[in-house]
């Protein structure tokens, strides 16, 4: 126990130290740089990106690619919003006071051009299998970066850990545990339900997994819009002072409240910037690997409309919750983690809350479940140059099923550490592309 402990200490100070200010300067130096060589890429083509959203089943395919630019839209869209937004906004919120609710609107549209170069070069750089199978992403253009090979093994390495455990355990054990909250029913019905459901999931291959997908996420987006619009409407009046507490808190510290002491701006800046990160994904490279499989020509469009992924989720989702979180009270209630979001949405649906937010945690979870399957996949192959797939789906699902069964809050730690390894080696690799990206966008805006 006391090896466990230690060693927990250790992940966690590792995690600590990857996830200080240097890693959140250097990311937001990122997507201003990007932003300023793309010439403003998120504002200049805002509405044209949704436009492109609907238009990507025309971008352009080649034989051999595993699935189209809409379902790489969609899973993208999907990976992102999970669990993490739930139980991350209120972290977010806990920890650095109502202010995080700025600093995670201003981070979303840095982000944006950095979901944007990363799906650029995960389209442009790609390879063809001997099977035939066209792929890209990080794996492709980290390689080309000097230290390529180490670094892209690196990469691989934290991806995997990611899938199996955030993408997979974790999401299986938050929906495991809101359901048996809701119902009183044993864990090992559901474990059992969703070991079943990823064997029937992956037993089908690529063609079922994204057959699912595209069923979940437009299902998971509208629940959520209805609910929390619902909420929003019963607050109706309450939405302005909510904001201006936002603005207060964003940039004056406050007083001891909310279950914490006190609160600063250092605060509000890391707490937002390090839970949006998490939850959206900008960044680590994941978009990259759904639009490489795409074996679309059109890099720069899809790198355009896969930016509104970051929109929604940053900008509609997790500002709306933390925005409800303000208007409802609920952050200064004293409760924190997924019970803050909640009691949020207690105050409109009462005893109903719990069942909304079980709802809706389980359908975050399953998509990011389903999206994740085919990320890791992909990891696996590159890891095991196309071989021992069926190994690979076997863990999967062992995964699901120790997730919905076992108490393994020590690997939250280590997923930390796994998404900012993810983090620093796609962000270094992207800024060994810019001059290319800058080159093509230039080259794009002359011809349109």
């Not at 083509?45 to 080649?62: I, L, M, N, P």
């Not at 034989?63 to 739930?86: E, I, R, V, Y």
Request: hydrophobic share 50%; with cysteine.
């Amino acid at each position: 126990m006391a090896l466990i402990d230690n060693i927990d200490a250790v992940i966690r100070a590792i995690g600590g130290f990857l996830w200080g200010w240097p890693l959140i300067i250097f990311f937001v130096v990122t997507g201003v740089v990007f932003t300023i060589a793309f010439r403003g890429i998120q504002f200049r083509y805002f509405f044209t990106a949704w436009k492109y959203v609907f238009q990507s089943e025309d971008s352009g395919g080649t034989q051999g690619a595993a699935l189209s630019p809409l379902q790489a839209f969609l899973n993208t869209l999907s990976a992102s919003l999970g669990n993490g937004s739930f139980a991350g906004m209120s972290t977010a919120i806990y920890a650095g006071g109502p202010g995080a609710a700025f600093w995670v609107f201003l981070l979303g549209f840095i982000s944006m051009p950095v979901r944007f170069a990363e799906v650029f070069c995960g389209t442009t750089v790609t390879t063809r299998l001997p099977n035939g199978a066209v792929r890209g992403g990080p794996m492709a253009y980290i390689a080309q970066a000097p230290g390529g090979r180490i670094i892209t093994s690196l990469y691989v390495a934290c991806c995997l850990l990611l899938c199996f455990v955030s993408g997979c355990a974790m999401q299986c054990q938050a929906i495991t545990g809101g359901l048996v909250q809701v119902t009183a029913w044993p864990p090992a019905l559901f474990a059992g339900l969703l070991f079943a459901l990823l064997v029937y999931i992956v037993s089908g291959g690529s063609r079922r997994i994204f057959k699912l997908s595209d069923m979940i996420v437009p299902v998971k987006v509208a629940l959520f819009f209805i609910a929390t619009g619902i909420a929003f409407l019963m607050h109706a009046k309450g939405i302005g002072a909510a904001l201006h507490t936002i603005l207060r808190y964003a940039f004056t510290p406050g007083a001891m409240s909310g279950g914490v002491i006190g609160y600063t701006i250092q605060d509000a800046i890391r707490y937002g910037m390090v839970r949006t990160l998490n939850a959206t994904e900008a960044g680590i490279g994941t978009a990259g690997i759904l639009y490489g499989a795409t074996g679309s020509t059109a890099t720069i469009r899809n790198g355009i409309a896969a930016m509104v992924t970051t929109f929604i989720s940053n900008h509609l989702v997790c500002c709306s919750l933390l925005l409800l979180m303000v208007v409802s009270g609920a952050w200064n209630s004293g409760y924190q983690g997924i019970d803050m979001t909640v009691y949020a949405y207690s105050t409109v649906f009462g005893s109903w809350g719990s069942i909304v937010v079980t709802l809706l945690s389980s359908m975050f979870g399953l998509g990011v479940l389903v999206a994740y399957v085919y990320i890791g996949r992909e990891c696996w192959m590159y890891f095991t140059e196309g071989k021992y797939d069926t190994a690979y789906y076997a863990i999967y699902c062992l995964c699901a099923l120790v997730g919905s069964l076992a108490k393994i809050d020590l690997v939250w730690n280590a997923i930390d550490v796994a998404v900012a390894g993810l983090l620093i080696t796609n962000l270094y690799a992207l800024w060994y592309m810019m001059p290319r990206i800058r080159h093509a966008v230039q080259q794009y805006q002359a011809d349109v």
